[in-house]
């Protein structure tokens, strides 16, 4: 019968002999959607206290990022309809906590973007998995990727120091076109949505790409990004290693001068002293809910269906 849909099988109840039958689980009204999004809401709450865990040991300084930090200071924890986690910090702080990799609890696994090897490329995202759930996806994206595109995961992402002057433009144009180059590396299923110069673009730089080593890309990129981090007049952070659009979004410094604690749900957690500036720099009236029906969880660019997830037991 619960092969037929999410029904209430109460309404099928006809007879007060079988009344009892109401308090079984079994015929309680399924809501797939609710059900699910908990389930990974539980998931994201034990990967940021780890995360939070593990940083706070060795003096790893972090700040909540996009929807992670607008939940915690318009919800108090998860905005309800997210599924994910976002982190950001100084490239300092994350070559602070790399070394310290292997210290995150053993149902996690720590993901760096060199663990593809020389021949593929995903995106430049450190990532925290949670390995007892996986995301039903492109069955030939998931071999190509070791399974590595299709988990639940903290995705943690580098700001780095720039300049709004011609010199800074230069750098993150410098970065988009080694992005670019990159994607000669990457599996084609990744640019369902691209399409006019956009498209064209890629496919000439892609095309350029083949013929540079991956590894040499990701360390020009990583220079690149790092190009001003030492320059104490540098005025303002971008996230580096983020989508080609959010290149162009500028934080000024002040905003990231220290970590402060804010509740988010039942924890503790570091979001930037400038959170306000910061969060009105990507959402602007970020206090206002958004309209109904943009109130979807997603994966990047990708509508999620709750029958998409897959969860296993613990061990």
């Known amino acids: 019968?619960?092969?037929?849909?999410?029904?209430?099988?109460?309404l099928l109840l006809c007879r007060n002999e079988i009344a009892l039958l109401e308090e079984m689980n079994f015929f309680e009204k399924v809501n797939k959607n609710e059900r699910v999004l908990k389930r990974i809401h539980e998931i994201n709450y034990g990967m940021l206290e780890e995360f939070d865990r593990v940083c706070r040991l060795h003096k790893v300084q972090y700040f909540l990022n996009y929807g992670s930090c607008l939940g915690a200071i318009r919800h108090k924890g998860f905005i309800?309809?997210?599924?994910?986690?976002?982190?950001?910090?100084?490239?300092?702080?994350?070559?602070?906590?790399?070394?310290?990799?292997?210290?995150?609890?053993?149902?996690?696994?720590?993901?760096?973007?060199?663990?593809?090897?020389k021949k593929k490329?995903?995106?430049?995202?450190?990532?925290?998995?949670?390995?007892?759930?996986?995301?039903?996806?492109?069955e030939e994206a998931c071999r190509y990727y070791e399974n590595q595109n299709n988990r639940i995961d903290l995705d943690m992402f580098m700001i780095d120091k720039t300049y709004d002057t011609w010199k800074g433009k230069f750098q993150r144009f410098e970065l988009a076109l080694l992005y670019g180059l990159m994607n000669a590396y990457r599996h084609n299923s990744l640019f369902y949505d691209y399409s006019g110069l956009m498209k064209a673009a890629n496919y000439v730089l892609s095309l350029i790409g083949r013929g540079i080593p991956l590894d040499w890309l990701k360390k020009r990129t990583d220079r690149v990004a790092k190009r001003f981090n030492n320059d104490s007049e540098a005025p303002y952070y971008f996230i580096s290693n983020c989508a080609l659009c959010k290149l162009k979004l500028l934080f000024p410094a002040e905003i990231f001068d220290k970590a402060i604690d804010v509740p988010f749900e039942d924890l503790s957690v570091m979001i930037p002293v400038g959170y306000d500036e910061f969060l009105r720099l990507i959402f602007g009236d970020y206090m206002k809910y958004p309209a109904?029906?943009?109130?979807?969880?997603?994966?990047?660019?990708?509508?999620?269906?709750?029958?998409?997830?897959?969860?296993?037991?613990?061990?």
């Open 1 to 10: 019968m619960k092969e037929l849909g999410d029904y209430d099988y109460r």
């Open 80 to 117: 309800p309809w997210d599924n994910d986690v976002d982190v950001c910090m100084t490239r300092e702080n994350y070559e602070k906590l790399f070394p310290w990799r292997d210290d995150f609890n053993k149902i996690y696994r720590f993901v760096s973007p060199d663990e593809l090897g």
């Open 121 to 138: 490329y995903y995106d430049c995202v450190p990532r925290l998995h949670y390995k007892k759930a996986y995301i039903l996806m492109d």
């Open 292 to 315: 109904e029906a943009e109130r979807v969880p997603h994966w990047g660019r990708i509508l999620i269906s709750p029958d998409r997830f897959v969860f296993e037991e613990a061990e």
